[in-house]
């Protein structure tokens, strides 16, 4: 397996040198959210180098995950996103130490994660509250966080940035996520990754979240199976589309954020 490795990361080493690659294999990651965001970004992280990582979705894999997020196929359709993000990566690197936690992280499951274990954090939550939340204990407590605005409802790669927080304009999230950290009297400024560009309203109206579309029937039938599968879409104001060439380049930006950062501390 160290064979594999060495050769995993070869062409990165030789951008990045040895110290890095180093380090980059030591590192301990946790990624909330492997949608269409985070899935790139775990993808992203563990052909760099990362060797530990852990995995967070309370979500199942239905139909219409099949246009952006990585670790979705017709073959796996209904299973937990968390599993099988965590099988991809170990085909790509037996090797690796990947954990799955098929569990929302929110205010009642918070304190199980231990947060201050992890190395970096990285957000990729669609709940502004969730999101808030999870920023509030990182930034508490001293722990590296990257996070993702939004990246539904947007069409251009080139309006992609990565900025602290408080130099985002235009996104609605990103908006709410200041809103949020001022209410929790939170001053620090985490760097995140965004889009400058307007929303594009849908252009047709959506099934999800009402209950009579694929992905519903797939939730339900794994939670009478004993599944716990949070319906994300009936808890949204409205179901924005997304593109793959735009959630792709959010979770890659996410994962040089990390990589950069551990560059920086070796050198």
């Given amino acids: 397996m160290e064979s594999l490795y060495t050769n995993l990361t070869h062409r990165t080493e030789l951008v990045l040198g040895g110290a890095a690659i180093g380090r980059i294999g030591e590192i301990n990651v946790l990624v909330v959210g492997v949608g269409g965001v985070g899935s790139w970004c775990a993808e992203g992280l563990l ?3 990362v060797r530990k990582m852990t995995v967070v979705d309370s979500d199942i894999i239905c139909p219409t995950n099949l246009n952006r997020q990585i670790e979705s196929t017709a073959a796996n359709l209904g299973k937990p996103k968390a599993d099988e993000m965590r099988d991809r990566l170990l085909s790509i690197n037996p090797g690796a130490e990947i954990t799955a936690i098929n569990r929302i992280f929110n205010a009642e499951s918070a304190e199980s994660f231990n947060l201050t274990s992890y190395d970096y954090v990285i957000d990729a939550i669609d709940s502004v509250a969730d999101k808030v939340l999870l920023l509030e204990l990182c930034l508490r407590g001293s722990v590296k966080i990257f996070s993702s605005m939004g990246a539904g409802a947007k069409t251009d790669p080139s309006r992609i940035r990565a900025v602290k927080l408080s130099k985002t304009s235009v996104c609605p999230l990103a908006r709410a996520v200041r809103r949020g950290l001022r209410q929790r009297g939170i001053t620090g400024d985490p760097m995140c990754v965004y889009s400058d560009e307007s929303p594009v309203s849908p252009a047709t109206e959506s099934v999800c979240g009402t209950g009579n ?23 949204k104001k409205r179901i924005n589309g997304a593109l793959v060439h735009i959630t792709a380049i959010f979770g890659f930006t996410l994962a040089s954020l ?7 501390s070796v050198d």
């Fill in 47 to 49: 052909r760099s180098g």
């Fill in 213 to 235: 579309c694929a992905c519903c029937d797939m939730r339900d039938a794994h939670n009478d199976n004993g599944g716990n599968a949070v319906d994300w879409c009936a808890k």
């Fill in 258 to 264: 990390v990589i950069q950062d551990v560059r920086k």
